[in-house]
């Protein structure tokens, strides 16, 4: 049903970043992928990392790359909005014409608002189609970054959200969120993306034999007696890893084999290592840096921890946590799980809470298995939800309702 219509959709897509990022896979290169697999032209526009040539073509997809910078306080990369503009005019010249714009940045970027302003100045009405994943945080902490923080958000994605056609939600977690930043009800729909282990997490997870999991645990730095608490993700602002570290400073005594593993990149992973460090822990905190074996890293742990503060209400890497039947210390920024079913919750930014929640899994072994089988049966009933091809097809009825009205 949707092959002519698509055949005939140029898009251009803003994202934070393509495969500016070690080993090159991130959501907005695969949501790129799969849209262009199934017809449509795609045009991205990322921010453009050192080494990145300015346009290049990656499979079906057209990326081109303004120049930004990135600064580890900010979680955000700073687009220079002349070389923006400058990108934009290139687009629309190689592609004569672009039918809607699909910002993927949650608004926290003012690029779809250039984008309208230069239509606008072409005299060309183009529909904007906004998605809005985890970025869009409410910071738990009221210092006086996190106030400027609230205040540039409220005031970029609220402008974003007044002038988009349609506003597509990875969750119904943030639809309070959105609302209070003066998005109309009429324009929120829920469309969620896919794993990037679909393939493997919607079938029982495959168990490593004991010789492979002492090869994994030893060239990371791990004992066989370890009790592991991990967590995977970027390691950036708004995923409470100084709080995980300072928990770490406080259980580790009552926990003489504990060993946390931090799987991922990110700005923040230097200064989390000199954070370590002031904290006495370094000794016990391993930092294996991007991985493309995360289900495997997954089976070393004995209890998985993902304070994020995002309101996206779901995480590709806690969904597999659960699925792999690890038991999981998480906030309130997911309603997935139940508290003392299948997982444990605790209030952001809470780090005693946190050591009182793994410090009971460290003493009831029971406590984890049963909270682990629960964690794995609700992910498996997720999966359901969270799959690439429902994505297509919500952005694709989303496109298909804006161009019609346009």
Not at 14 to 32: H, N, Q, R, S
Not at 185 to 209: I, M, Q, T
Not at 363 to 380: C, P, V, W
Request: hydrophobic letters at 45%.
């Amino acid at each position: 049903m949707f092959s002519v219509f698509m055949k005939h959709l140029t898009i251009l897509m803003l994202v934070l970043w393509f495969d500016e990022i070690p080993g090159g896979w991130t959501y907005f290169k695969e949501m790129a992928s799969r849209l262009a697999d199934v017809g449509l032209k795609i045009n991205v526009v990322s921010p453009r990392a050192k080494g990145n040539k300015r346009r290049n073509e990656v499979g079906d997809v057209t990326v081109y790359r303004c120049s930004s910078v990135q600064f580890p306080q900010i979680p955000l990369p700073l687009v220079n909005p002349i070389d923006f503009l400058s990108t934009l005019k290139e687009v629309i010249q190689n592609e004569k014409r672009i039918d809607l714009i699909y910002d993927t940045t949650s608004g926290t970027l003012p690029l779809s608002l250039l984008a309208k302003l230069l239509f606008k100045l072409k005299g060309i009405k183009i529909p904007l189609v906004i998605h809005v994943h985890g970025e869009l945080k409410d910071l738990q902490s009221k210092g006086p970054r996190s106030i400027l923080s609230e205040l540039y958000l409220h005031t970029v994605a609220s402008l974003c959200f007044a002038v988009a056609d349609k506003i597509l939600l990875a969750g119904e977690k943030i639809v309070p969120r959105a609302l209070g930043l003066g998005s109309h009800p009429n324009k929120l729909k829920v469309v969620r993306l896919g794993l990037k282990y679909e393939d493997k997490l919607s079938h029982h997870p495959n168990a490593l034999r004991r010789e492979e999991m002492m090869n994994l645990k030893i060239s990371i730095g791990l004992r066989e007696e370890d009790f592991v608490v991990g967590y995977v993700g970027r390691l950036s602002s708004g995923k409470g890893l100084d709080t995980l570290l300072r928990t770490v400073a406080i259980v580790k005594d009552e926990v003489p084999t504990l060993k946390v593993i931090l799987v991922g990149d990110g700005v923040k992973r230097a200064r989390l290592r000199e954070f370590a460090s002031k904290l006495g822990i370094a000794n016990i905190t391993v930092f294996p840096g991007h991985r493309e074996d995360v289900p495997d890293l997954l089976e070393l742990m004995d209890v998985f921890v993902n304070l994020s503060e995002s309101e996206a209400g779901i995480s590709g890497s806690q969904l597999e946590a659960m699925r792999f039947a690890l038991p999981c210390v998480i906030t309130p920024f997911t309603d997935i799980a139940d508290n003392m079913r299948d997982a444990i919750l605790v209030p952001f930014g809470d780090f005693r809470a946190v050591a009182d929640a793994i410090l009971l899994f460290y003493r009831d072994e029971a406590l984890r298995r049963t909270i682990g089988m629960n964690a794995s049966t609700k992910a498996q009933n997720l999966l359901n939800l969270y799959t690439w091809s429902s994505y297509v097809n919500g952005v694709i009825e989303a496109f298909r309702s804006v161009t019609k009205s346009a």
